[in-house]
């Protein structure tokens, strides 16, 4: 757990109530320009804390089997979304992953954030080689074609 305590000088301080630091004082830029770096470092530490060490490598066009814990009532269980991973985005803890697959002849998509408790784990059942970064192509296709990554 990490405590922090931060003291801030005299001409940073606001004196009105809206918490607002008056920086058109040349002399308290360099003074809040070090302390949005130090603010972005402590916030990279907590985040590289609550990430997973864990994780399974793939990329765009691969197939995949997403194992999610599902909570009813007082049991959990684990269900799995089997699909083409057809975008990434994001960085950090703020990173999400789109599949998508073919349900009863209807496509389904679900976003799953990469670092999610709820997310047991992500196994690659095939690699595809994909050449883009967002794979929007395949909404259009149907049947078959819809699951081929390929070009």
Same mark, same amino acid.
């Given at each position: 757990?990490?405590?922090?305590?931060?003291?801030?000088?005299?001409?940073?301080?606001?004196?009105?109530?809206?918490?607002?630091?008056?920086?058109?004082?040349?002399?308290?830029?360099?003074?809040?320009?070090?302390?949005?770096?130090?603010?972005?470092?402590?916030?990279?530490?907590?985040? %590289?804390?609550?990430? %997973?060490?864990?994780?399974?490598?793939?990329?765009?066009?691969?197939?995949?089997?997403?194992?999610?814990?599902?909570?009813?009532?007082?049991?959990?269980?684990?269900?799995?979304?089997?699909?083409?991973?057809i975008g990434r985005k994001g960085r950090g803890l703020n990173e999400t992953f789109t599949v998508r697959r073919i349900s009863y002849g209807e496509g389904v998509e679900r976003v799953f954030p990469l670092h999610s408790p709820r997310i047991a784990k992500v196994e690659v059942e095939q690699q595809?080689?994909?050449?883009?970064? %967002?794979?929007?192509?395949?909404?259009?296709?149907?049947? %078959?074609?819809?699951?081929?990554?390929?070009?």
């Open positions: 757990m990490i405590v922090l305590v931060l003291e801030f000088p005299r001409a940073m301080r606001s004196t009105n109530s809206s918490c607002k630091v008056d920086t058109s004082n040349e002399s308290v830029r360099p003074q809040s320009r070090g302390l949005y770096e130090l603010m972005n470092q402590i916030i990279d530490a907590i985040e %590289k804390e609550q990430e %997973k060490g864990d994780l399974t490598q793939f990329s765009v066009g691969d197939s995949v089997r997403v194992h999610t814990r599902v909570v009813e009532g007082d049991k959990e269980r684990i269900q799995i979304f089997t699909g083409v991973v595809g080689r994909a050449r883009r970064a %967002k794979l929007n192509y395949l909404r259009g296709r149907k049947g %078959k074609e819809a699951t081929a990554v390929r070009e």
